[in-house]
């Protein structure tokens, strides 16, 4: 398994603000993800974090809005840039690829609330 | 666009009662996991079927995956307060993808 921990938990922020959330796992993972959940709904995927190279994108999430890095295979993080509040919503990290599964495991989530 | 459509969308129910969610597409998926996800907290793995028609069980909890890898359902017998939550879908449309596409979701409350 893999344990992952989100910086911040939480956070409110105001309109125009950017934001940096990180994810660090405990062991070293082949993928990590970034997913988005607006309150009560489900999960989108907007982007996988690729080390040492450019986030791959989904479609409606740009790299302007959503810069991603990922330096090692341990650690990534996710910036809401221009924050709006239609950017209010839960951001979860989440890996696969730990020791051969492809079980794929989620963080605690970051809760935004943008004014 | 492959969708991933759960019915229903919330249960509410009392303690002790059956319940069965239903994750239904037009297209055929290499596998399906499910999902719980509890306030604050991120989903958490329930069960992975890769088999057409494959029933798996975990505890009270039975998942079965359609025949032909399009649908699935998971069944809860004799709820209990401690199975509140949202539950989630989520199909691999290839395998070897760690890509998944989430369902819409069903939230599951059951009243003690």
């Known amino acids: 398994s893999a344990v992952i921990s989100q910086k911040p938990s939480r956070d409110i922020c105001q309109r125009g603000t950017s934001l940096t959330i990180q994810c660090q796992v405990d062991?070293?993972?082949?993928?990590m993800f970034w997913y988005r959940q607006q309150p009560g709904q489900s999960l989108t995927l907007i982007a996988t974090?690729?080390?040492?190279?450019?986030?791959?994108?989904e479609s409606g999430f740009v790299i302007d809005k959503f810069p991603i890095s990922r330096p090692n295979l341990t650690f990534s993080t996710l910036t809401v840039s221009n924050m709006s509040p239609e950017d209010s919503s839960i951001y979860l990290c989440?890996?696969?690829?730990?020791?051969?599964?492809?079980?794929?495991?989620f963080g605690p989530g970051t809760r935004l609330t943008v004014l | 666009t492959q969708l991933l459509e759960q019915s229903p969308q919330f249960l509410s129910i009392q303690e002790g009662e059956n319940l069965t969610v239903y994750c239904n597409s037009s297209?055929?998926?290499?596998?399906l996991q499910w999902y719980r996800q509890e306030p604050g907290e991120g989903p958490v793995l329930l069960v992975t079927?890769?088999?057409?028609?494959e029933v798996k069980k975990l505890k009270r909890l039975t998942f079965q995956f359609g025949d032909a890898r399009k649908d699935s359902s998971l069944h809860i017998t004799a709820a209990q307060p401690g199975d509140t939550g949202l539950y989630l879908c989520?199909?691999?449309?290839?395998?070897?993808?760690?890509?998944?596409?989430f369902g819409t979701g069903t939230r599951l409350k059951v009243l003690a």
């Open positions: 989440s890996v696969a690829g730990t020791s051969g599964s492809d079980t794929q495991y």
């Open positions: 062991s070293q993972v082949t993928m």
């Open positions: 974090a690729n080390q040492g190279s450019e986030a791959t994108y």
């Open positions: 297209s055929v998926f290499s596998s």
């Open positions: 079927v890769v088999t057409g028609g």
């Open positions: 989520a199909g691999a449309p290839t395998s070897g993808t760690y890509k998944y596409i």
